[in-house]
């Protein structure tokens, strides 16, 4: 499975931006996708994730700011982010995970948000 992430910008606090992902395979098994980020000298986090059936799990630090939608038949992914502050800046990266038999997780190769302030 390969994921390609594109959408991160430079973007003044307070302004938006949206990241998208699409996945190379309608594997049904991928069961779900969403997107963790990395700032600078820190452990990559969770940001959101969504399940094929369209449940959302956010980082607290993110709810009623991001928004985490899936297109099941486009093999994709999208994060629409509201109200970005300067601590969001971070390299965001795209995730699938695989259930079952063959159970893996799969990254997209990143894209750089960051925020001014």
């Known amino acids: 499975v390969q994921l390609v992430d594109s959408g991160g910008g430079l973007v003044q606090a307070g302004g938006s931006l949206s990241l998208f992902c699409i996945a190379s395979?309608?594997?049904?098994?991928?069961?779900?996708m969403g997107w963790y980020r990395q700032a600078p000298g820190k452990q990559r986090e969770l940001v959101a994730t969504?399940?094929?059936?369209?449940?959302?799990n956010y980082a607290e630090s993110v709810i009623g700011r991001f928004t985490i939608s899936r297109e099941n038949t486009k093999n994709t992914v999208d994060l629409q982010m509201n109200s970005l502050k300067p601590e969001d800046t971070a390299v965001y990266y795209c995730?699938?995970?695989?259930?079952?038999?063959?159970?893996?997780?799969?990254w997209g190769q990143g894209t750089q948000v960051t925020v001014s302030s």
């Open positions: 395979t309608s594997d049904l098994s991928i069961r779900i």
């Open positions: 969504v399940t094929r059936g369209g449940t959302g």
């Open positions: 995730y699938a995970r695989r259930l079952g038999a063959f159970e893996s997780d799969y």
